[in-house]
């Protein structure tokens, strides 16, 4: 049986994909899309304003099993609630999608956090604002009702051989979730990103991937959580796939999660929600003690979000390994430290008892300075 793909587009024209004889030139076509030795971040259409195109990856957590009687329980999706004033703060890492799954909160959501529901749940909602529905491809295809804004369908990589993928209708609401149950998870979506590139198609995906642990002890939970994840999800980030993340690890706190996904966006540069410190590993030239220094920063610097500040033990390399700071502290002979505004040295030989108060003037100078609340 053939099968006929005629979606998407590839430098504004269509691409067609016809049966899996010319599915089968994958090194040759993804040597012409994709480029291992250069950042390019796939192209994909803007939906609802918010997600894929220019945006940043966003941020999907599961609160589906938690107490939704609790306005509290979105302290650790980053929204900080204050029963007092009966209103939200929103922290440095807010995530950006929550999944509800068939539960429904009794209390009001923040303005700006968008809830995620699964199709039949969504469908009953008087209120559907903010609220968008969660498809598998066949709710999908049979579905009589999809919201005009986003519409997320769940797939993995065998779907794209589907009879049911031939037949989706496209639209720019739409978003995949890309899931995978496949060993080396990894690769198998990143195989999915390459057909998804041959065929021309620029639909955003979030990339979801699902950890269970058996180990009970908490800290290594964490610890294989940041690990499997940072792999997982970053090798595709840095590889320019990815729209949005989402990690579902029921047995981890909500509050770890959200940091790893932030983290793992920040570590990318794909999103930046925290002051990035960029620091040489230390050797025999390092002219002064580069922990004590770096965390002397950051307790003055740590709020200044999205700024890179590097911190060099010397000026033999470290300006050439901090080129894309923003700012940079580093040691130009004992007791002396030469400060930088990107490449540039801008104020040379300083004493280092003044000189994180000069980088800060620096810093205000250019009118990114924040005062610490």
Known sequence: MQRYVDRGRVKGERLKVKGDAELSHVSNLTSQIFSPYEYKKRETYEANAFIGGHMVPRVVVDLSGKNLKDPAILNDAGYLYSALLDKYNMAEQSVDFVYLGDELPSFNFPGNLKQLYNYNTWLKLTDKTMCHPIFTLREYLEANDRSSALNLVKLKHADLDSDDFASLPFAQSLVFVLETDELHGMADQRSFFFRMEEMGLDVPVIIK???????????????????????????????????????????????????????????????????????????????????????????????????????MGCIVNGPGEMADADY???????????????????????????????????ISEDGNWIELE
């Open 209 to 311: 991937r699902d950890y269970r642990f058996s180990t009970q002890d908490s800290e290594l939970k964490t610890q294989n959580l940041q690990l499997y994840a940072a792999t997982d999800l970053g090798a595709l980030l840095v590889d320019g796939f990815g729209d949005g993340v989402w990690i579902d690890a029921p047995q981890v706190d909500t509050k770890t999660i959200t940091s790893t996904a932030f983290g793992i966006l920040q570590a990318t540069r794909s999103r930046i929600s925290k002051t990035e410190y960029i620091s040489c590993p230390s050797c025999g030239r390092t002219l002064f003690d580069l922990m004590e220094t770096t965390q002397m920063i950051r307790s003055r610097t740590s709020h200044l979000k999205g700024l890179k500040i590097g911190i």
């Open 328 to 362: 940079g502290y580093v040691g130009s002979g004992p007791g002396k430290v030469t400060l930088y505004r990107g490449k540039e040295a801008v104020k040379k030989n300083i004493a280092s008892a003044n000189a994180l108060d000069e980088l800060i003037g620096i």
